[in-house]
């Protein structure tokens, strides 16, 4: 299996309200790969992730971002987003008087149209998600809710999950998926991630606890400190971290 490379940062600077908060960062991510990113709060994690998936409120600086070799560095979210980017929010947004299903459906068909694919039309889309839905364990009755509302901390990161699962990504980065979550939640989700997880896509896992990555084994594990990536180990640095804090990479 050849690895291609998926993501390329280099020498990324960011920064909101010119404040700068990513502060020369390189990144390098390859098919088939997990990468957790893990860092204190505030060490500009969900920035890093925003600026990925292209959120206008950032401005870069300077430094590029590739995409399968393709500069995306200037390229609208929706335009990212139809090229396989998919970001589950730290925080996923309540969308009262949109169902699920219809949310789900246009995001679904809006990717097909981009990629000169035909769209589904109702019935098949209905069966698609179906099919997710049972491959990520998830309540149907979810689909016939409005976006989010009401949901439950968990059920929300759950509803990130069926979107990554529908939307197929070339690249899932996932912030705090993990956080809120009760031990059995954490578990099924995991193994909802690694059942994504294939040869062709790559997952950017951001966390600030070693706990899910007891379930699921990065690749590579980067710190991140003060907008920049200081330190790259194995899957092992997380129970070092666990134990000694993030003072242990210096
Ligand atoms: P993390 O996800 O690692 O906890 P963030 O990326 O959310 O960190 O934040 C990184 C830094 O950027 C923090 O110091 C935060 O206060 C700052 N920041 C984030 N959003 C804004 C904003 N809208 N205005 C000013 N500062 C911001
Ligand atoms: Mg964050």
New binding site residues.
Partial sequence: MQKKNILKIDHLHAC??D?P?IKGLNLSINSGEIHAIM?K???????LAKVIAGHPNYKITQGQIFLSGEDITTQEPEIRSHKGIFLAFQYPVEIPGVSNTDFLRLAYNSQRKANKQPELDPLSFFDLLNQKTKLIEMDPTFLTRNVNEGFSGGEKKKNEILQMALLNGKLSILDETDSGLDIDALKTISNNINSLKNDDNAIILITHYQRLLDYIKPDFIHI?KEGKITYTGNSELAQQLEKYGYDYVK
């Fill in positions: 909101i309200d404040i908060i860092g709060n505030g060490s500009g994690k969900s920035t991140m």
